[in-house]
C-alpha cells in the first residue's frame, strides 16, 4: 500500500486543481480567482478569490501577501494577513505570519500562527459571500 502525504490528502480534498504553481515556479503580481488554486513554489503579491475558492499551500510553498479567499489549506508558510470567510485548515508543517481572520479554523499540532486571530461572525461571513469582487473586502467594527 502507498502512503500518501499530507498535500496528497489536501488535494484530494478537493479533486479539481484548476491551477498549479509548480515547486520551482516563482511568481510576483496579483492573484485572482475561481475554483482551486494550488502553490507548490513561491508567489508574491496579493491573492483573492470569491465564490468557493480554494487555496492549497504546500509544504515548503510561500506565499508573501495579503491572502483573501474563502478556503486555505495551509503547509506551508504565508507572510501576510489571512482573511479566511469560510475554512481555514492549517497543517503541521503551515505558518501564518500576519493577523488572521476566519470563520472556522483548524489548527494541527506543529501549525502556527505568528500574529492575531479574530473569528468572523456568521453575519460577517454571509455579507462576504454576497460581496460583488469588486466591493473589496467588508469592513467590520
Given at each position: 500500500?502507498?502512503?500518501?502525504?499530507?498535500?496528497?490528502?489536501?488535494?484530494?480534498?478537493?479533486?479539481?486543481?484548476?491551477?498549479?504553481?509548480g515547486v520551482n515556479s516563482s511568481f510576483t503580481g496579483e492573484l485572482s480567482f475561481e475554483g482551486a488554486v494550488r502553490v507548490d513554489?513561491?508567489?508574491?503579491?496579493?491573492?483573492?478569490?470569491?465564490?468557493?475558492?480554494?487555496?492549497?499551500?504546500?509544504?515548503?510553498?510561500?506565499?508573501?501577501?495579503?491572502v483573501n479567499v474563502p478556503n486555505l489549506i495551509l503547509y506551508g508558510l504565508v507572510k501576510g494577513n489571512v482573511h479566511s470567510c469560510?475554512?481555514?485548515?492549517?497543517?503541521?508543517?503551515?505558518?501564518?505570519?500576519?493577523?488572521?481572520?476566519?470563520?472556522?479554523?483548524?489548527?494541527?499540532?506543529?501549525?502556527?500562527?505568528?500574529?492575531?486571530?479574530?473569528?468572523?461572525?456568521?453575519?460577517?461571513?454571509?455579507?462576504?459571500?454576497?460581496?460583488?469582487?469588486?466591493?473589496?473586502?467588508?469592513?467590520?467594527?
Amino acid at each position: 500500500m502507498r502512503k500518501r502525504n499530507k498535500t496528497q490528502e489536501a488535494t484530494s480534498e478537493h479533486q479539481h486543481i484548476d491551477t498549479l504553481i509548480g515547486v520551482n515556479s516563482s511568481f510576483t503580481g496579483e492573484l485572482s480567482f475561481e475554483g482551486a488554486v494550488r502553490v507548490d513554489g513561491r508567489f508574491e503579491g496579493n491573492v483573492r478569490s470569491t465564490k468557493d475558492g480554494t487555496l492549497i499551500i504546500s509544504k515548503g510553498a510561500e506565499v508573501s501577501g495579503e491572502v483573501n479567499v474563502p478556503n486555505l489549506i495551509l503547509y506551508g508558510l504565508v507572510k501576510g494577513n489571512v482573511h479566511s470567510c469560510n475554512s481555514l485548515k492549517i497543517g503541521e508543517t503551515g505558518c501564518i505570519v500576519g493577523d488572521v481572520e476566519y470563520r472556522v479554523i483548524t489548527l494541527a499540532e506543529g501549525g502556527a500562527v505568528n500574529g492575531r486571530c479574530s473569528r468572523i461572525s456568521e453575519k460577517e461571513s454571509a455579507s462576504q459571500k454576497t460581496a460583488t469582487p469588486n466591493e473589496g473586502v467588508p469592513v467590520t467594527a
